[in-house]
């Protein structure tokens, strides 16, 4: 897994010598064609997919992402400001719920091992702003929410786990303290066409993100490389942060699409409250790795207004002492009305 991070960069590098090979055959890059249409999202992570349960356990999240249209007048304010930081495109505004859940290895014992991952929980809501054209991507979003018991951890696992029949995890009392949660993230993102294959077309996207605040602060590199048709649909399947995100939108251009794609990203972490644990109380807590790297490979299909992808996703090692990268799934369905 520590190969994940050469693996960016041998994309970037292709990416690169690709598109001078393809930039005289491409249109100046203009804004899509208007989208009436909004899109609501749901995503789910889950490491039953991957065979383990420990780590980061669970997520889900829900998404709305509007119609390319004019934004309300706080967020027109709001993007305004942005300006120098979004560049052109057509708008598109958002709105999200989604919960983390974090637990250690070994969820049996009522005493968890202080050398293991902390249990945690974050709830939060999102605000996002998108300008889009067709080559390129920007998004600003700002998360709110908590840290700690108050976003329910203990509550949905252990219920849930109650429902399918699966033991219930016993060392919730020792999670981390509650704390309210800001963070803000921007990401770029751009859409470089490779090669056609008659009706079946191949490009790539590499992606550039920042994420400060208290939750988690970062840097990441990374890309995905799909081949499909209708390709112009999205960029790329919707991921739960700090995963290497696609567009929680979807516009097809066409009645059926489809596309598999890999990808790879490596990040630096400067700030991970799930492993450093409380910013101002003490609590448990594990020495971080600043660099994380991953892998990933799916598809997604999209008939008329109904896209839904499965991501597999392969993650190194977070902190000092863990055992083993992690494997989880990640799947969404998109609806647009």
């Known amino acids: 897994m520590r190969k994940c991070l050469l693996v960016v960069s041998a994309l970037s590098v292709a990416v690169s010598l690709a598109a001078p090979a393809r930039a005289q055959g491409m249109q100046p890059d203009q804004a899509p064609p208007p989208d009436t249409a909004g899109t609501l999202t749901f995503s789910l992570d889950n490491d039953m997919f991957g065979g383990s349960d420990r780590y980061y356990t669970n ?69 996002s702003l998108t300008r889009i054209t067709e080559r390129s991507s920007n998004l600003f979003e700002l998360q709110l929410g908590v840290v700690g018991p108050s976003a329910l951890g203990e509550f949905v696992q252990n219920n849930y786990h109650d429902l399918i029949g699966v033991h219930q995890t016993n060392g919730w009392d020792y999670q981390i303290k509650d704390e309210p949660a800001v963070a803000a993230i921007y990401e770029r993102k751009w859409r470089v066409p490779l090669e056609d294959f008659g009706r079946v077309q191949m490009e790539a996207i590499p992606a550039l993100t920042v994420g400060l605040g208290n939750v988690q602060t970062y840097a990441g590199v990374g890309g995905l490389v799909r081949l499909g048709q209708g390709l112009d649909a999205d960029f790329g399947p919707p991921r739960i942060r700090p995963a290497l995100a696609g567009s929680a939108w979807i516009q097809p251009r066409r009645e059926f699409g489809w596309y598999v794609f890999g990808g790879a990203l490596g990040r630096v972490v400067a700030r991970d409250i799930f492993l450093d644990g409380n910013t101002w109380r003490d609590s448990r807590s ?30 190194s090692e977070e902190f000092y002492g863990q055992r083993g990268t992690q494997s989880f799934g990640s799947i969404s369905l998109s609806f647009r009305f």
Request: zero cysteines; proline letters at 9%; hydrophobic letters at 40%.
């Open 59 to 127: 997520g889900f999240q829900f998404a709305w992402r509007s119609p390319s249209a004019d934004l309300p007048g706080p967020l027109a304010w709001l993007n305004d400001r942005l300006d120098w930081m979004m560049g052109p495109g057509a708008l598109r505004w958002g709105l999200a719920f989604g919960q983390n859940l974090y637990t250690p290895q070994d969820t049996q014992t009522t005493l968890p091992d202080p050398n293991d991952r902390p249990y945690a929980a974050y709830l939060y809501g999102a605000l």
């Open 286 to 315: 594990v020495d971080k790795r600043p660099l994380v790297g991953e892998l990933q490979a799916g598809f997604a299909v999209f008939w008329h207004d109904v896209r839904l992808a499965y991501t597999q996703v392969w993650r």
